[in-house]
């Protein structure tokens, strides 16, 4: 039913996607329209949820949730109530029917009451028309298709700090959803954080990012309901792909956010199987605090310090309280507790033993989750040492989603510790483009020239990091080290009282000042041992690893031997950099050094 009908008081122009009323008009999107001619079709009859499905995503699987999400953009065009309807009723467990009268317009004859005859013509001209439009713009299709696409963090328009989480959440949630597409890469959230209340161009900040296109948004929260405004726009031509304005309760945010991201799918111009609307559509979880939960739990992980990395545990367990079966809440707290051991300051016995059950849990209710064989892989590399294992697993992982940025710089890591550097630059370089603004991965692009004692290049990396956040305490830290490996003590030591400033520490960073230059190494490895051994003395955990660091440094092997065994027992995780770490070169050859690396597994 392609001409205009009336439906009760409303005029319905299925050509212009439109819903009419008194001179107001409200505009659905097609998918939502071919719904409501399907019902149209047959007022007053019970069209079931499968046979809508079949007819509208005929090349298409979708869930049931989308068809519920065009249900409930229809309601919203007709200001149509659910409880007490005067246009669409559902029929439980069965499916939809239009209650109000429907009335052709133009003198046309209502599509109902066309003969068998009829329908069956139409359908196959309609089938032949599709046939030739699709030959005749396959080539343009696939010409000007969008291979990557950058989701800018929603703006939180209600004024409410309280609700930063869910414009960051539910920017992350569609990131989450387009990455399961195979051949389109998406830029990570770290990298598009940074652009959050900026007030740069979307233009601009796509042709920054290098992507085809870019989606904007904002989000009004207000008295339960959502106001959600979203656009995607073609960096080449900067015309609007696609853009709607939703209105829909707090408890609608999980199906309206799965249908955002496949109306997306729908407008990059690529030919989609029905295993990529699958995977774009995949709803983890029906429960609307659950979700809300674990939205918060990413939003203070990605904080990356010991108190908001609490909180985040505690909103992921919250979100497994409420929904069980969520999932990737319990892959959200596999990755807290694998960075508790080192932003969180916590025995690697107490954390990786949680992150690995968590992960397992991940995993036994959703065996295709990237993000939670990432974090298995994590815990093998470093703290169960299986590395055949952790290899397995990552590469599980990049293979289920090769967006996920995280997968690939941890494997980087892994493999450079393995000392495959060639195959770790290129896992690195691939989690670069896909988060080109993560300061962690930058420094990760560092780190491995560092492993490879390619100096020069580690110190420009960390200096293009340090663009990027001039106080990263990171890059700083290891300034400092890399120019104490080449004898670079003055620059040592301007590094290190950055770094310590950058901590808020001004006694660390006086007592830097005071040493001389010549000796500065040593002297502030004594520091901090002091420091070090004054928290272990006070119950703080301290990795033995780094007291046998700084011990090397002294010049103290014995020391530093009987930390390494310490470190050993304990399963401590930086064990796993002690073949690529130049502070351990004067003892690489001692039968003793040699027997520790071998009970870990480096024999190889």
């Known amino acids: ?78 200001d149509d109530n659910p409880k007490t309807p005067a246009f669409i009723q559902t029929i439980p467990k069965s499916g939809y029917r239009l209650i109000a009268p429907v009335v052709p317009l133009n003198g046309k004859v209502n599509a109902i009451k066309k003969s068998a005859a009829s329908r069956k013509l139409y359908v196959a001209l309609a089938v032949g028309l599709v046939l030739i439009v699709a030959a005749a713009s396959w080539f343009s299709r696939e010409r000007d298709a969008i291979h990557s696409v950058a989701i800018l963090p929603f703006a939180n328009s209600t004024n409410d700090p309280a609700a930063e989480y869910l414009s960051d959440g539910i920017s992350e949630s569609i990131i989450e959803s387009i990455s399961q597409l195979q051949n389109v890469r998406v830029t990570a959230w770290t990298t598009v954080a940074r652009f959050k209340n900026q007030a740069k161009d979307p233009l601009t900040a796509g042709r920054a990012l290098g992507v085809d296109a870019i989606l904007t948004g904002s989000i009004v929260q207000s008295s339960g309901e959502l106001r959600i405004q979203a656009e995607l726009v073609d960096l080449a031509t900067g015309s609007r792909m696609w853009g709607q304005q939703y209105i829909r309760q707090t408890n609608e945010l999980i199906p309206l956010q799965k249908e955002i991201a496949l109306r997306i799918s729908e407008s990059l111009r690529l030919k989609l199987s029905g295993q990529d609307t699958a995977r774009v559509s995949k709803q983890y979880t029906t429960d609307p605090e659950a979700y809300a939960f674990y939205l918060k739990g990413r939003y203070f992980w990605n904080k990356r310090d010991q108190e908001n990395l609490e909180r985040a545990i505690s909103y992921f367990r919250q979100a497994i309280e409420r929904d069980p079966s969520y999932a990737l809440a319990y892959a959200g707290l596999a990755d807290t507790y694998n960075l508790m ?209 700084n011990y090397m440094v002294l010049g103290d092997q014995v020391q530093a031997m009987r930390w390494l065994k310490t470190a050993y027992n304990e399963h401590a995780s930086g064990l796993v950099f002690l073949t690529v770490n130049p502070n351990f070169d004067p003892i690489r050859n001692s039968p003793e050094f040699q027997q520790l690396i071998n009970k870990m597994g480096f024999q190889n």
């Open 341 to 549: 051991d080192d932003w969180g300051k916590t025995p690697p016995s107490e954390s990786f033993p949680l992150a690995k059950a968590a992960a397992l849990k991940a995993l036994e209710i959703d065996d295709s989750l990237a993000e939670a064989h990432t974090s298995l892989a994590f815990i093998k590399a470093n703290y169960e040492w299986d590395f055949p294992a952790a290899e397995k697993e990552f590469q599980r992982a990049i293979a289920l989603n090769p967006n996920y940025a995280t997968a690939h710089q941890w494997y980087a890591i892994y493999l450079a510790t393995r000392h495959r550097f060639d195959e770790a630059e290129r896992e690195i370089k691939i989690a670069q483009t896909l988060d080109p603004l993560s300061l962690i991965i930058n420094l990760g692009v560092g780190e491995i020239y560092e492993f490879e004692r390619k100096y020069d290049l580690a110190l420009a990396q960390f200096q293009k990091t340090l663009e990027l956040d001039p106080n990263f305490m990171g890059a700083l830290g290891h300034m400092v080290s890399v120019y104490e490996w080449k004898g670079m003590e003055r620059e040592a030591k301007v590094a290190a009282q950055k770094t310590a400033a950058a901590a808020g520490d001004a006694d660390e960073a006086a007592a830097f000042a005071r040493l001389p230059a010549e000796g500065g190494k040593q002297a502030r490895a004594r520091y901090y041992l002091q420091q070090d051994l004054k928290n272990k003395t006070d119950g703080k955990y301290v990795a033995p690893d780094g007291l046998a660091e």
């Open 1 to 78: 039913m392609q001409d205009s009908f009336q439906v009760g008081d409303r005029i319905v122009s299925p050509q212009l996607n439109t819903i009419s009323r008194n001179g107001t008009t409200n505009r659905v999107e097609p998918k939502a329209m071919q719904v409501l001619t399907c019902l149209a079709a047959k007022p007053g009859e019970v069209i079931s949820k499968e046979n809508l499905i079949e007819t509208v995503w005929a090349e298409t699987h979708v869930t049931d949730d989308v068809l519920t999400g065009c249900i409930s953009a229809l309601r919203k065009a007709f």
